[in-house]
């Protein structure tokens, strides 16, 4: 049986975590962040063009695809592999799929026809498709899909024609894309000049899980290798044990950064 006096003594306490309890669930349902974050719509109905990049590429790798991404004016310019603007090429990651490039694209398209600047600042989206295959689980598809990716780059800059040739084409790579766009650079064959950028968004530069000797060769070969591009157009990068570029995270979480794999409706 409690004593009075113990009732006395443990009221102040009850009391003082009661407020502290209320004070926590008005502060988690008032201190809200402002959402600026938009959705993207596609105004006109995507269409991805698949483009065969040769007979002996395409029967290597018959499970994978290369696609141009269009949608209302520019279909049929891009069913004729008529090409004018600056090369994107998008590389999905683990679990992914080329169709996730629809949402950058479109809203790259609609800014350039807003801003009335269709032929000085538009981009042309080509994208990869690795048949869902799971490259953060198994290091063993890792090399097939570099080498395709530098069989895509070398077919995106051959569809257009001499005089308006690009030099190099820009990459953004999703998830384990973005290992794929750095794993280019140890291809023996591979002119590091095809690539003017590499983009990486919830790219995981340090490994979640090594789950097998392939996915550790993989990762130690470009991210402990010297890469030196010294030209007067692009620096040099050095990789160092881990990338010690800054890049943002979710505060103690294995992964560089939090993300879901997007499904394609």
Request: aromatic letters at 14%; proline letters at 6%.
């Amino acid at each position: 049986m409690v004593q009075p006096t113990a009732k006395i003594f443990i009221l102040p306490y009850a009391i003082a975590v009661c407020f502290v309890y209320l004070l926590g669930v008005v502060n988690f349902l008032t201190n809200l962040e402002e959402n600026r974050c938009d959705m993207t719509f596609m105004y006109e109905f995507p269409q991805y063009t698949e483009i065969p990049i040769s007979p002996d590429v395409d029967r290597k790798y018959r499970q994978y695809s290369l696609s141009a991404y269009s949608e209302g004016i520019l279909t049929e310019r891009v069913k004729q592999m008529d090409f004018f603007g600056i090369p994107v090429l998008f590389i999905p990651g683990h679990s992914g799929s080329g169709k996730q490039v629809r949402s950058l694209a479109s809203v790259a398209f609609r800014k350039a026809v807003d801003e009335s600047h269709l032929h000085q600042h538009f981009f042309d989206f080509f994208s990869v498709d690795f048949n869902g295959e799971y490259s953060a689980l198994f290091g063993g598809v890792l090399e097939a899909q570099t080498q395709y990716v530098k069989h895509a780059l070398n077919k995106i800059l051959a569809l257009y024609p001499p005089e308006r040739q690009p030099p190099s084409v820009v990459i953004f790579g999703y998830s384990m894309g973005g290992m794929i766009a750095k794993g280019l650079y140890l291809q023996p064959d591979f002119n590091p000049n095809r690539i003017s950028t590499i983009i990486t968004l919830a790219t995981p530069h340090q490994p979640v899980l090594l789950l097998d000797t392939y996915l550790n060769d993989y990762y130690t070969k470009v991210c402990f290798v010297i890469i030196t591009l010294a030209t007067p157009h692009q620096p040099v990068l050095l990789l160092d044990t881990y990338l010690n570029d800054y890049y943002t995270k979710v505060n103690k979480f294995w992964s560089s950064y939090a993300h879901e794999s997007t499904s394609i409706v």
